[in-house]
């Protein structure tokens, strides 16, 4: 069973910065990976992916529209950790944030949850005003 887990969550003043990890279980096959958020009372939500294309690249990376410019996905090849590195956090950013990932090789942009096979326990981003 492969298994994902949150790092690097916790409280940062409005205007902050966050840089989130996420440890996949060695040996795994990815073939994408997401970053999702869902607030309180609201619908888990996309937030960003990156897919690999014969490597990780930034160029096969997509974000929502909510935090395009802010947030990054990336990954360390050494580590074999991805990463959403979050930057000028808003409030509105407030979230449990998921990472989830997926073995197989699929073509276009994977903004929905249901591509997804495989599923962190979620971390808490807390942005105070």
């Known amino acids: 069973q492969v298994q994902l887990v949150e790092s690097g969550g916790g409280l940062v003043q409005a205007g902050g910065s966050l840089r989130l990890s996420c440890a996949v279980s060695?040996?795994?096959?990815?073939?994408?990976l997401g970053w999702f958020r869902q607030a309180p009372g609201k619908e888990r939500e996309f937030v960003g992916t990156?897919?690999?294309?014969?490597?990780?690249?930034?160029?096969?990376?997509n974000y929502a529209d909510s935090v395009k410019g802010r947030f990054t996905v990336s990954r360390d090849d050494v580590k074999d950790t991805w990463y959403l590195e979050m930057n000028s956090l808003k409030p509105e950013d407030t979230a449990v944030y998921y990472c989830?990932?997926?073995?197989?090789?699929?073509?276009?942009?994977?903004?929905?949850?249901?591509?997804?096979?495989?599923w962190g326990a979620g971390i808490q981003v807390t942005v105070s005003s």
């Open positions: 989830a990932a997926d073995p197989r090789p699929s073509p276009g942009v994977h903004t929905a949850a249901k591509l997804y096979t495989y």
């Open positions: 060695r040996g795994a096959v990815v073939r994408y």
């Open positions: 990156i897919s690999w294309s014969n490597r990780w690249s930034s160029s096969d990376s």
